[in-house]
């Protein structure tokens, strides 16, 4: 167990549709990633937060967006939702550039 | 421009056996090459983390290795057992302050079956 947890753990949805993953790193931790993981494809770095800002930015989709609240969880918001964007959404957390330790992920169908 | 490749793409070998995974980059400039195992639909966990100066290092059965000269490191298991079935992932940090993610190169890593 990494100490980062991700809800929900599945999730399926129509097409058009939005959604919201939620994510809480680890105790301590202040950044916060978001990856996307298509069927056997590698991880793709979206988006990095620290302390509730935005860090880095990587392939993230305009129609997709994250924010990391005060408390330190952040969400992944997901919107117009289309089949190719089904895939394992993984969160990862670190100090802040050290060791990322990631969550379990939420899988995403979208139909 | 900063790749990171593995091969082989995938592995079939038997328990018991020993095997040897590999990681060419082009990255620059260079901080650090990490080694994740990846269970099926689970979160990436790391095995090594190495930095420039380092050339091997252990974590029981896995052995990392780092040649900075020629940009290649590879993963090296021991004695393999059912549960090394995984994919193994080889990222690189290409930043000198130690990786702010947008530097953070990840390869596709290398599906490892062990079969009895």
């Known amino acids: 167990d990494s100490g980062v947890t991700q809800t929900p753990k599945h999730l399926i949805t129509a097409t058009g549709q939005r959604v919201t993953l939620r994510c809480s790193p680890r105790s301590g931790d202040l950044s916060v990633y978001w990856y996307q993981q298509s069927l056997d494809q590698g991880l793709q770095f979206l988006i990095q937060?620290?302390?509730?800002?935005?860090?880095a930015k990587g392939n993230i989709l305009e129609r997709f967006s994250a924010q990391q609240f005060p408390d330190l969880h952040s969400e992944l918001n997901l919107s117009s939702l289309e089949l190719g964007d089904s895939a394992l959404y993984f969160c990862?957390?670190?100090?802040?550039?050290?060791?990322?330790?990631f969550g379990p992920g939420t899988r995403l169908t979208v139909t | 421009k900063n790749q990171v490749e593995q091969s082989p793409q995938s592995l079939i070998i038997l328990e018991g056996k020993n095997c040897t995974l590999q990681c060419n980059y082009t990255v620059s400039p260079f901080s650090n090459l990490r080694w994740y195992k990846q269970d099926t639909g689970r979160g990436p966990v790391s095995l090594t983390i190495?930095?420039?100066?380092?050339n091997t290092k252990s974590n029981g059965r896995y052995t990392a290795t780092l040649d900075a000269d020629t940009k290649q490191s590879s993963l090296h298991i021991t004695a393999s057992q059912l549960s090394d079935s995984a994919s193994y992932i080889c990222v690189v940090s290409a930043s000198i302050y130690g990786g702010s993610q947008g530097n953070l190169i990840f390869g596709k890593g290398t599906k490892l079956s062990v079969k009895p």
């Open positions: 937060y620290y302390n509730g800002e935005e860090r």
């Open positions: 190495m930095t420039f100066s380092e």
């Open positions: 990862a957390s670190s100090v802040d550039r050290g060791e990322q330790y």
